[in-house]
């Protein structure tokens, strides 16, 4: 069955910090796999998006993910992390047995807590 | 920016009753979705909508669920006879091209329902 994980429900990091936020996927064939956050009260917002291509994928607000075939995993990252960052991160990956509408499967999501 | 609009952002209704949600997609957008988030667990979808008929449906889209596109704009969800497990949080999302084609979904800031 197709699925994806966030194994961490909360990610803690203090400002100016490294981040990342991990994800692991199964799917069978090509992954097309995704990133959204989603800010209090607020909908979910595309972050990036990994198709095919280079490995390393940069989006918005500074925010990259890598993708690791032999892991399975696009963790997403960022250099220096921003207290504004805080906020749900979800992992998403198309379902390939759809007909390509745009089926995805989200992630349970991971908490990003940026501290001052 | 464009940007996908929901109504009513919240409402609470009597086990039972009709609901109607309603969407405004990004106006090029060809695509329609809802999705929902039942409190504390994952983004599932529901429902995907194309030239004007369902794409494709999950488990949950059962017959007490309907979706419209009653005009150019409006794309609406009805739940006919609303259970206490229909509390969750609604996402209307659109996109201009399927996912197959890195058409990244829009998503709106949600309609909160309350099944009391």
Same mark, same amino acid.
């Given at each position: 069955?197709?699925?994806?994980?966030?194994?961490?429900?909360?990610?803690?990091?203090?400002?100016?910090?490294?981040?990342?936020?991990?994800?692991?996927?199964?799917?069978?064939?090509?992954?097309?796999?995704?990133?959204?956050?989603?800010?209090?009260?607020?909908? @979910?917002?595309? @972050?990036?998006?990994?198709?095919?291509?280079?490995?390393?994928?940069?989006?918005?607000?500074?925010?990259?993910?890598?993708?690791?075939?032999?892991?399975?995993?696009?963790? @997403?990252?960022?250099?220096?992390? @921003?207290?504004?960052?805080?906020?749900?991160?979800?992992?998403?990956?198309?379902?390939?047995?759809?007909?390509?509408?745009?089926?995805?499967?989200?992630?349970?999501?991971?908490?990003?807590?940026?501290?001052? | 920016?464009?940007?996908?609009?929901?109504?009513?952002?919240?409402?609470?209704?009597?086990?039972?009753?009709?609901?109607?949600?309603?969407?405004?997609?990004?106006?090029?957008?060809?695509?329609?979705?809802?999705?929902?988030?039942?409190?504390?667990?994952?983004?599932?979808?529901?429902?995907?909508?194309?030239?004007?008929?369902?794409?494709? +449906?999950?488990?949950?889209?059962?017959?007490?669920?309907?979706?419209?596109?009653?005009?150019?704009?409006?794309?609406?969800?009805?739940?006919?006879?609303? +259970?206490?497990?229909?509390?969750?949080?609604?996402?209307?999302?659109?996109?201009? +091209?399927?996912?197959?084609?890195?058409?990244?979904?829009?998503?709106?800031?949600?309609?909160?329902?309350?099944?009391?």
């Amino acid at each position: 069955a197709q699925s994806v994980a966030q194994p961490e429900d909360q990610v803690n990091v203090a400002e100016g910090n490294p981040l990342t936020v991990k994800c692991t996927y199964s799917v069978s064939g090509n992954p097309y796999l995704f990133w959204y956050v989603q800010y209090p009260n607020r909908g @979910l917002q595309f @972050l990036l998006k990994y198709i095919t291509g280079d490995n390393l994928v940069k989006g918005s607000y500074g925010f990259e993910a890598e993708f690791n075939k032999s892991q399975t995993s696009f963790h @997403l990252k960022k250099p220096s992390a @921003l207290v504004s960052d805080s906020a749900l991160y979800f992992c998403a990956v198309r379902d390939v047995t759809s007909g390509g509408y745009n089926k995805l499967i989200f992630g349970a999501g991971t908490r990003l807590a940026v501290h001052p | 920016e464009p940007e996908v609009t929901q109504t009513p952002s919240h409402q609470v209704t009597q086990m039972g009753q009709e609901v109607i949600l309603r969407c405004v997609p990004i106006s090029n957008h060809l695509y329609f979705y809802w999705y929902r988030q039942i409190l504390g667990q994952k983004v599932e979808f529901l429902v995907s909508f194309y030239n004007n008929e369902i794409s494709e +449906k999950s488990e949950i889209f059962d017959d007490q669920f309907s979706v419209e596109r009653p005009d150019g704009s409006n794309f609406t969800l009805k739940i006919r006879s609303t +259970k206490l497990e229909d509390s969750a949080m609604y996402f209307c999302a659109s996109s201009e +091209k399927r996912t197959g084609e890195t058409g990244e979904l829009f998503f709106g800031e949600g309609s909160r329902l309350t099944v009391l």
